[in-house]
């Protein structure tokens, strides 16, 4: 833990934090939905706000301003939730803010939610950055580590307890990276009295994207009955034409329950049921969930009830929770990825949470128009590098038929001290809660545990050897990956990745301007991948960097017409490689993106093929372009 000295009571907190939340995970992470046993309501909107300058950043803790209103604490602003703090006020401090802030909101809870003993109340929070710690009406009910995945507490005998009062809900939010934190960052502080004043510190870190912070994704309140369904599992699979849903439900609570499992089709009529808290449905003409431009019906998803009657001695409980489900296999060979047994070629995007004046906030406008224009492009498929997204967005994808390579945030993993046992229980746990979030998505195809560590090092082949099996434990129907970007990163964990997913960036970092050299460094590359490790391969990022509206010919680096050229140049070589070994091409980026500054940076990464305001730069027609061929050639369109 490298959080310096002035910082120590921050340290104490932290240290204390982290060791709570190393612990086996209990509890399911359903989304949160209405049903005729369950409600929801949402704490979005404008909540109170107060970042902590104070030096040591710690006056809110030294002050107890969870205690109180926060507006009696000092001055607060307005605060929208969901999105990023960084870029909604015209303060360069708060946007580059580093430490705690605090967001506060009082609520009114439904009389009936209070009186109703059988309710549980409970309240979570889609994704905060980074760390997170939770008061109601003063009292702390949770804390949190990483961004990117939801955490939630049961709050029912707290507003019991003062039944007429408004909750009041307070949420301090740290954003510091260190080294045992995913991803990891360090804290420096600047000691040269003479260019820096006292107590001058910078957060550095080896990513390529903005740390944005906040609450990210909606606060809920939410209902379920006392006896309730905490979890389910599917996994499902076919013969012929007959698919399997094999099933497993918990339940909290309670004594007597009896399960009833429905399944129905799109159309809402019955296929199959079953009893019991595990079991299977078959599904009799079954049709499967097939990925977008594969099948002329892509996304089918069935619906599969669960309905829950509990009897305790004193009281009968009644619960409901319907989980979209899409029937297909996933596997893979030494040199194809199979979705249903037929061979599938990912042609797609890299994307990230991000956009103007919300960073990283929840977005459903910019969500929307971003699956209109991948759909547009034709994409087929995308990874969330370089963190996992809101769960509505693999919700689309499952409709859409979108597959998704599932990136937890493993990225930045350069620093030899990131590969200690501290940090490497955390990424264990991380991948604990990603899988628990995201297995039932038919549209997840395979887990991605990092992208680019610095895998060469020596004690990188324990963590990754670890980190994958421990992953490919909890899930053994996906495929499980780290994205590298050089043969010497493969090195240690190589062998047990199952698709080798690599970046590269040819005549752009290296051989700059020289675009005739990537049919020959390219090609190279690929067949030393693929002697070595015999595991098919995707191009998991490729691109060059593109001032919209800057124009050279012949070429020139940051021009449209350099993107373009050097897309075309790799996907030469990719169409050389496609029938043998080469599974799959993703381009980074799908759009222009923050980043912090730098002197490599104008303004943010311009490799997008749409700017940041999603207009299209040039390469998204070259793009649009061979992705509908690819499809008609690949995507084996018409249906089996
Ligand atoms: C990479 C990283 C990505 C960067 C990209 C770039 O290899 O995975 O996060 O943004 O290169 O543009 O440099």
């Known amino acids: 833990m490298s959080v310096p000295g002035s910082f120590s009571v921050l ?9 709570g939340t190393v612990l086996p995970l209990d509890g399911g992470m359903l989304f949160p939905q209405e049903s005729s046993f369950r409600e929801v309501k949402e704490l979005n909107g404008l909540w109170d706000f107060r970042a902590d300058g104070s030096p040591n950043r710690n006056e809110g803790f030294e002050k107890a301003w969870h205690k ?24 360069p401090t708060l946007r580059d803010f580093i430490g705690w802030v605090w967001y506060e909101r009082e609520v009114f809870v439904p009389a009936r939610w209070i009186s109703d003993e059988g309710t549980r109340v409970v309240l979570r929070v889609g994704s905060a950055h980074y760390y997170s710690i939770v008061w109601v009406n003063g009292e ?42 995913l991803p990891p960052g360090t804290i420096q502080y600047m000691n040269d009295s003479s260019r820096y004043p006292d107590g ?35 996994e499902t699979n076919f013969m012929d034409n007959t698919g399997l849903v094999r099933y497993k439900v918990s339940v909290q609570g309670g004594f007597n329950n009896t399960l009833n499992i429905t399944l129905m089709d799109k159309d809402g009529h019955f ?27 892509p996304g089918y998803l069935y619906s599969m009830k669960v309905h829950l009657i509990a009897v305790s001695e004193t009281s009968t409980y009644e619960d409901e929770y319907t989980l979209p ?34 960073g990283r906030g929840f977005d459903w406008p910019l969500i929307v128009k971003d699956f209109n224009l991948m759909k547009w492009l034709g994409v087929n498929s995308f990874r969330t590098s370089h963190y996992p997204y809101a769960e509505e967005i693999l919700q689309m994808c499952d ?48 887990w991605s545990v990092a992208n680019e560590p610095a895998s060469e090092m020596p004690p990188a082949e ?31 964990g190589g062998p047990y990745v199952d698709v080798v997913c690599a970046n590269s960036y040819f005549a752009w970092y290296f051989d700059q301007g020289r675009l005739d050299i990537i049919p020959l460094q390219l090609s190279t590359h690929f067949e030393n991948w693929y002697r070595k490790y015999q595991r098919p391969i995707i191009q998991s990022e490729y691109g060059a960097d593109a001032v919209p509206g800057l124009h050279m010919d012949p070429p020139m680096m940051f021009t449209e017409e350099y993107q373009n050229a050097l897309l075309q140049s790799y996907h030469d070589v990719f169409d050389q490689k496609r029938n043998q070994y080469f599974i799959g091409e993703l381009i980074w980026n799908f759009a222009d993106f923050m980043t912090s500054q730098g002197i490599y940076r104008v303004v943010g990464n311009k490799k997008g093929i749409f700017t940041r305001q999603r207009q299209p730069k040039a390469a998204a027609f070259l793009l649009r372009k061979r992705y509908w061929r690819l499809a008609n050639e690949t995507g084996r369109l018409l249906p089996d």
């Not at 340290?11 to 060791?19: G, H, I, N, P, T």
């Not at 296999?329 to 990230?352: A, E, S």
């Not at 324990?462 to 053994?476: G, S, V, W």
């Open 200 to 234: 001058f510190f910078v957060q550095n870190i080896d990513f390529d994207f903005f740390n944005y912070a906040g609450i990210h994704r909606s606060v809920l309140l939410y209902t379920t009955p006392k006896v309730h369904v905490d979890d389910i599992s599917v």
């Open 140 to 181: 702390k009910v949770t804390e949190h580590e990483g961004g990117h995945l939801p955490f939630e507490a049961e709050i029912s005998s707290l507003i019991r307890k003062e039944p007429t009062k408004p909750c009041r809900i307070t949420i301090a939010v740290n954003n510091t990276l260190t080294l045992e934190t």
């Open 399 to 446: 409709r859409h038929g979108i597959v998704v390579i599932d990136e937890c945030p493993g990225v930045g993993i350069k620093d030899i001290r990131s590969f200690r046992n501290a940090s490497l229980s955390h990424h264990l746990v991380v991948m604990d809660e990603l899988v628990r979030r995201d297995k039932n998505h038919p549209s997840v195809v395979m």
């Open 271 to 297: 296929v199959a049921s079953s009893n019991g808290s595990s079991g299977g449905l078959k599904v009799v003409d079954v049709k499967l969930w097939w990925p977008y431009l594969m099948h002329e019906n």
């Open 325 to 358: 489900v899409g029937i297909r296999t996933i596997n893979v060979t030494n040199t194809q990825f199979l979705i249903n047994n037929k061979p599938f070629y990912f042609h797609g995007v890299n994307k990230h949470e991000d956009s103007d004046i919300r």
């Open 462 to 492: 324990f963590y990754f050897k670890t980190l994958i099996e421990h992953t490919k434990a909890l899930d053994q129907t996906r495929p499980v990956t780290y994205v590298t970007i050089a043969a010497a990163d493969m090195d240690k």
């Open 68 to 91: 109180r209103r926060l507006a009696e604490t000092g001055p607060v602003i307005e605060m929208p939730v969901p999105a990023s703090y960084n870029d909604i006020t015209q303060d």
């Open 11 to 19: 340290r104490v907190l932290w240290l204390l934090s982290v060791f």
